[in-house]
């Protein structure tokens, strides 16, 4: 068969191309852009992530470039369908579908697949009907680009606001009445003391497990998480505080996933809190740094520049852990400072001193005093509120430590005791002042 191949002189070194020459290299030029089978503009995912919670499921992508995308919600089924603009179908997509547990309390399953040429189509079914926050975070961290869906009841799940609804703190602390009779901790599974008599004075202790979900915090050169850590010390000292007479713990969350900072503030709020106990483990740049830490609020800068470089970076969680802005603005305007309110702050040292001092029985004092710096989860105005670094995890002998159970539980005795203390000396009022609540 002879050969048809077009055959073209050469071209001599610097020669112009024609017009159309030059239209046919701009259009093959284009069609490599675009082109599937080259990929070159097709974005790959390299992580997807969920985290179910009883108040909301988030589910994470994570690309190298920013994500296009629209969405829609459907009924009959419930379903959000999100459509992903020029995005490579790949093998950590195909992962997502694995990720969604039976437990999950709004998503039943996740399909992945190409929709057309340029887009792929993810459908989530739902068990529930949701409210869905689609929205979009620029790199931060160790993250790149991600979309984030967070998938809200239509009626939210909120077991703080069923403490507030009770007709008295005794019957918050008493709990919910179960089918048989017995009672129950909102939120807990914890068993609850039979309820005393009426007139007894009940304190509310707001406990704050640093991190959670997205937001892993500080992470130990073994590998261990702060947001774990947190969690298990703050669960140790809610049963403490829950066996004490006259007391109850609550907490700002009770599982794997993220709350803003606003929100931390707002719950304990809600819950008309005489305290709030923020707990963290510390890390820092050089190793050999160690000890345990009390922070309370500052409203005349950081009382040192370690203070005030660790609460920029707690104030960080924001950024690592996702927070839609366009939903934040009206809640940051109610929950910022009141810097007259200095009688919050001289009970929050009082506290803080109260906890610094049991804890140097467990541990070595990173600082022998309370230190002060701009923290945003303790910036609420009519709470003592004190955050606790109870060991530095980028100690390599302190996060052994930190993950020991016999420790977390000297920690969580510690800092009970503090607590215990800081009551004795300062005797709240017979009863608190309803606040507003904060949506």
């Known amino acids: 068969m002879p050969d048809r191949t077009e055959q073209r002189p050469a071209r001599a070194p610097g020669a112009r191309l024609s017009r159309r020459e030059l239209l046919k290299f701009a259009s093959a030029s284009l069609t490599l852009l675009v082109s599937p089978v080259g990929h070159a503009a097709a974005t790959s995912l390299v992580a997807v992530r969920v985290w179910p919670a009883p108040e909301y499921t988030r589910v994470t992508l994570e690309a190298r470039r920013e994500l296009r995308f629209k969405y829609m919600s459907l009924d009959n089924p419930h379903r959000l369908v999100v459509d992903l603009e020029d995005v490579e179908l790949n093998s950590v997509l195909h992962t997502l579908p694995s990720k969604i547990l039976d437990s999950d309390p709004y998503i039943s399953l996740v399909r992945a697949a190409q929709n057309r040429p340029g887009v792929v189509r993810v459908v989530l079914e739902l068990k529930t009907e949701i409210k869905p926050q689609v929205?979009?975070?620029?790199?931060?961290?160790?993250?790149?680009?991600?979309?984030?869906?967070?998938?809200?009841?239509t009626q939210p799940v909120d077991p703080l606001l069923a403490?507030?609804?009770?007709?008295?703190?005794?019957?918050?602390?008493?709990?919910?009445?179960?089918?048989?009779?017995?009672?129950?901790?909102?939120?807990?599974?914890?068993?609850?003391?039979?309820a005393q008599p009426e007139a007894e004075r009940i304190y509310t202790v707001v406990l704050d497990p640093g991190h959670g979900g997205e937001d892993p915090g500080?992470?130990?050169?073994?590998?261990?998480?702060?947001?774990?850590?947190?969690?298990?010390?703050?669960?140790?000292?809610?049963?403490?505080?829950?066996?004490?007479?006259?007391?109850?713990?609550?907490?700002?969350?009770?599982?794997?996933?993220?709350?803003?900072l606003y929100q931390r503030v707002a719950r304990a709020r809600r819950v008309q809190a005489d305290l709030f106990v923020s707990i963290h483990a510390d890390a820092f740049v050089r190793p050999e740094a160690r000890g345990s830490s009390v922070f309370v609020l500052s409203e005349r800068g950081a009382t040192s520049s370690a203070a005030r470089w660790l609460a920029e970076k707690e104030n960080d969680a924001d950024l690592i852990g996702g927070v839609n802005l366009a939903k934040q603005e009206g809640h940051l305007a109610r929950t910022l400072l009141d810097l007259s309110q200095t009688a919050t702050i001289n009970d929050s040292l009082k506290l803080g001193r109260a906890v610094l001092g049991e804890l140097g029985g467990v541990n070595t004092l990173h600082k022998p005093q309370v230190e002060q710096a701009n923290f945003a989860v303790l910036r609420a105005p009519d709470i003592p509120s004190i955050l606790v670094e109870t060991a530095f995890i980028s100690n390599p002998e302190e996060e052994r430590r930190l993950n020991d159970e016999a420790y977390q539980e000297r920690m969580?005795?510690?800092?009970?005791?503090?607590?215990?203390?800081?009551?004795?000396?300062?005797?709240?009022?017979?009863?608190?002042?309803r606040v507003a609540r904060l949506d």
Do not use: C, W
């Open 163 to 194: 403490l507030i609804e009770r007709s008295s703190p005794m019957e918050a602390a008493a709990g919910d009445a179960a089918p048989d009779g017995t009672t129950e901790a909102v939120g807990d599974s914890t068993p609850q003391r039979p």
């Open 135 to 153: 929205f979009t975070l620029q790199p931060v961290g160790d993250y790149g680009h991600r979309l984030v869906l967070d998938l809200y009841p």
């Open 412 to 433: 969580a005795e510690a800092i009970l005791r503090g607590i215990k203390r800081y009551f004795a000396d300062n005797p709240a009022p017979p009863a608190r002042t």
């Open 218 to 260: 500080a992470i130990g050169r073994r590998g261990s998480y702060e947001k774990n850590v947190t969690l298990s010390v703050a669960r140790r000292l809610k049963r403490k505080i829950d066996a004490e007479p006259g007391m109850r713990a609550v907490l700002t969350r009770d599982g794997d996933f993220f709350v803003p």
